[in-house]
């Protein structure tokens, strides 16, 4: 009866078991590789609990993976009356064998035949959702016992196991989606350049267009007809430049790769300044102190052009004014743009760097902005190793700060 009892519980299946191999293989645990990690927690069950061998082992569907192992690599491959399959079909704890040798479970197994194991303890390895995925495992070649400090240490470490794969799991399909990202984001990058291309010489053929009709019926054409193709022409005009900055957008990261170069600070300011088309009222204040910069040249003209505009565009006082700083700090060249126009709410900050991110601010000529602009810029200066933030009172105007590390 004893043994029919036994071989009955050999052949038990869970009614989860579909389920349990589906958690085990949600892991992405390879058998072919051993882990620092957790050929650490093995030797230190070797070391609690005074035994030759320890393993981790995961239970698939017919047989039995060992991804770790501290002394004595038994390799027991078959899943069928294996010590780890009783151990996750307990349910228990712990699962103790004292002597195999005397266990009728135990007497035919190839690890007590051939490699003389007598004693085995195994602490379920369960994941949260409650699936037990494997065992830590203990063998000795002699009977023994474990006190309670050696069980619940062995309980702790079982937990543990579970965290790291946990962390595993998390860390693998984060770099997977991150692989996916970087696809669909090339992908996009390739789009935005077809459709850049494709729509552009459309753009331009309505502008040219509206400049032939107005020449060449001008003396036809009432108010209101020549008030559409206005419309037109700045309608088309302002989606070819939302289209020629979301290509920026996306080359932004070729922007940043460029070789870096020495310059000195006020050089680049002076070059960004005469780039723009600024007023006369306006007031640009440069930096009191010149310095040496070494850095991507290129990247940061970039960046200084995309904000210095912007402090541009949005002013709305009568005398404006816009304070440029440059330092040197320890790694990083700190950089700062100052404004006196409309401002920003402060709702509206902590997005501001988002793709297509706008806020309800106009600019002299009454257009709201594309979102991508600070995109851009935050994008290049992360590349560049730096951060960027910004500061801001409604109706008393901007401060954005960045940096960037020295090359």
């Known amino acids: 009866m004893l043994k029919e009892r036994f071989n009955k519980s050999t052949s038990l299946q869970f ?48 047989r039995n993976i060992v991804k770790s192992y501290c002394g004595t690599h038994f390799k027991e491959v078959k899943r069928e009356g294996s010590f780890s399959e009783y151990t996750i079909q307990e349910r228990a704890e712990i699962f103790i064998v004292e002597d195999a040798r005397k266990d009728i479970r135990f007497q035919e197994n190839p690890l007590v035949k051939s490699q003389d194991v007598v004693f085995y303890a195994g602490v379920p390895l369960v994941n949260p959702a409650g699936y037990a995925l494997g065992a830590l495992c203990i063998f000795d070649t002699s009977p023994r016992k474990l006190t309670k400090r050696q069980i619940k240490a062995l309980v702790s470490l079982a937990f543990q196991v579970v965290r790291l794969f946990k962390v595993r799991k998390y860390t693998k399909n984060t770099l997977a989606l991150q692989e996916e990202l970087k696809q669909r984001n090339e992908e996009l990058k390739d789009f935005a350049g077809v459709v850049s291309h494709d729509m552009k010489m459309p753009l331009a053929n309505m502008i040219i267009t509206s400049d032939l009709l107005r020449s060449k019926y001008a003396t036809e054409l009432d108010k209101e007809a020549n008030d559409y193709l206005d419309y037109i022409k700045q309608s088309a005009l302002t989606l070819s430049s939302y289209i020629t900055r979301l290509l920026e957008h996306y080359e932004s990261g070729k922007t940043a790769a460029e070789k870096e170069q020495v310059f000195d600070s006020h050089d680049l300011f002076e070059k960004v300044i005469e780039l723009l088309t600024i007023r006369d009222d ?111 009172t409604l109706g008393q105007g901007t401060t954005f700060k960045f940096t960037i590390q020295k090359r």
């Open 282 to 392: 306006f007031e640009i204040n440069l930096p009191d102190k010149n310095i040496e910069i070494r850095a991507n040249y290129v990247a940061l003209e970039q960046t200084l052009i995309n904000l210095i505009a912007n402090s541009i565009k949005y002013n709305d006082k009568e005398h404006a004014r816009i304070d440029l700083g440059c330092e040197e700090c320890g790694d990083y060249y700190h950089f700062k743009i100052s404004d006196n126009g409309q401002g920003i709410r402060e709702e509206e900050l902590d997005r501001i760097f988002d793709l297509f991110a706008t806020t309800n601010n106009v600019d002299r000529r009454g257009q709201k902005g594309s979102g991508i602009g600070l995109s851009t810029v935050k994008k290049i200066v992360n590349k560049l190793g730096g951060e960027i933030e910004v500061e801001s």
């Open 15 to 62: 009614q989860d078991e579909k389920e349990r191999i589906k958690a085990v293989r949600g892991y992405h645990l390879s058998d072919d590789s051993q882990e620092q990690d957790f050929d650490n927690i093995t030797s230190l069950a070797v070391n609690i609990c005074n035994v030759p061998s320890a393993t981790i082992v995961l239970v698939e569907a017919d």
